[in-house]
């Protein structure tokens, strides 16, 4: 192999349909929430820099008869089969190539990205997005917010050779757009802690990453590993999510209340929807809150990788809908709530595509859920109660959208409650 070549810098990125220029069309997640979705059978196995020159290859198991197209992302297109070459002329910036196979009534696209050199990860810094998150270089002391929960052991801080891919400031600034997003998605209706300052602390116990709500600073904590390559913005903003949620809302906070076997329904359901709506208010914002069309590219490959994991919880659940429960019984190893509370989050989600926009179903959706009080703290940790568990969301998110979505919850075998759906509903205007 020739000592220039190159195959560690082209990151290929298989993705369901072309992506189009960011910021000159709408980014949707529909094609990868779609449960009936043909088969993807295009992919391209190997991409190759030799100089200005790309080889690239590949398979389709459909074996169509009709030439690949290549979109080579500097404005020359080929037909041809793989293995296919060609040659660049600038070579200091990153192109996306796709390759598009033909079969008659349909079409299948996968995308690769071809870097010359490594991500060069930017953005402009806008004077309405306040500094809410830090990854801090010091120390930071955590204390408790709530009696009884107390900060893991041994967290420290990343220092700049641990954040390899992606720059400190990077990172910290995508965190700020997400939660200055997160914050308008509440209603703004979170504790002060939670509202004006973050942290994002290492810890080696685990892999990945984890939120710590109860903590001043608020704060979530990452496994050295998971900031040291190419960061999952897309988890990020989920445990940011819980953070918020967690400390909404402000007089009344879900967390402390809705913890214990029965957490995931809403932390975990609204944490999933938080993410993605984030994501997708990103994407289709003009100007993207200042990230660069490269950094946009990587929280849209997130995005589409964890609403592929809703998507497969959620076919799961269809399958045997006899699963449902929002008990996670300690005596078992695995999530037993998993498959029902990513339903709730892919229904919010498959009507949001359906309404080209999240943000005004999530606010009204929140504005219910926000009348949370004690009252409903005792019926939603009552063991037996799955019906109230059930019609709180149920009826979230029929407020949010405006529909009555009980028949079909009934459906899915979701317990919702006549009664207490009228109860719910007559909370809010």
Avoid at 65 to 71: L, N, Q, Y
Avoid at 349 to 375: H, I, N, V, W
Wanted: with cysteine; glycine share 6%.
């Amino acid at each position: 192999m020739p000592s220039n070549t190159n195959t560690l810098l082209a990151l290929v990125v298989a993705l369901a349909v072309t992506p189009t220029s960011l910021g000159q069309a709408r980014f949707s997640f529909a094609p990868y929430l779609r449960l009936g979705a043909p088969a993807h059978t295009l992919s391209i196995g190997d991409v190759r820099i030799e100089g200005r020159t790309v080889r690239v290859n590949g398979a389709d198991s459909a074996r169509p008869t009709t030439p690949f197209r290549f979109d080579w992302g500097d404005g020359q297109r080929t037909e041809g089969w793989f293995p296919a070459t060609h040659e660049y002329e600038r070579i200091d910036r990153s192109y996306v190539l796709s390759v598009t196979a033909r079969y008659g009534d349909r079409t299948d696209t996968v995308t690769a990205d071809i870097r010359f050199a490594p991500a060069r990860y930017t953005y402009t810094r806008l004077p309405t997005i306040p500094r809410r998150v830090s990854i801090p270089r010091e120390g930071t002391a955590l204390g408790s917010t709530m009696p009884g929960y107390e900060p893991p052991p041994a967290l420290a801080c990343f220092v700049d050779s641990e954040l390899k891919a992606v720059p400190r400031d990077v990172i910290e600034y995508v965190l700020d757009v997400g939660h200055h997003i997160e914050m308008d998605l509440c209603n703004a209706d979170v504790t002060p802690k939670a509202a004006t300052r973050q942290v994002v602390l290492k810890q080696t116990q685990f892999g990945g990453c984890g939120a710590l709500w109860f903590t001043d600073p608020v704060s979530f904590v990452c496994h050295p590993s998971y900031l040291s390559n190419e960061v999952d913005f897309s988890s990020l903003l989920h445990e940011m999510a819980h953070n918020l949620t967690l400390n909404s809302p402000a007089n009344y906070r879900f967390g402390g209340k809705t913890d214990g076997p029965m957490n995931a329904i809403v932390s975990e359901t609204l944490a999933n929807i938080f993410q993605h709506a984030t994501i997708h208010i990103i994407l289709n914002t003009e100007g993207h809150f200042g990230l660069s069309d490269e950094l946009c590219r990587r929280v849209q490959e997130c995005g589409i990788r964890s609403v592929g994991v809703i998507r497969e919880a959620h076919r799961k659940y269809v399958a045997d809908p006899r699963q449902y429960t929002t008990y996670n019984d300690p005596a078992t190893p695995h999530d037993d709530a998993f498959n029902t509370f990513m339903t709730v989050a892919y229904v919010f989600c498959d009507l949001a595509e359906k309404r080209g926009e999240y943000r005004t179903p999530l606010k009204r959706m929140m504005r219910l859920m926000q009348t949370f009080s004690p009252s409903d703290h005792r019926r939603f940790q009552q063991r037996e109660n799955e019906p109230f568990r059930a019609t709180f969301l149920v009826a979230a998110l029929s407020y949010g959208f405006d529909t009555d979505l009980r028949e079909r919850f009934r459906k899915l075998n979701f317990p919702a409650s006549n009664e207490i759906y009228a109860e719910l509903q007559a909370r809010v205007p």
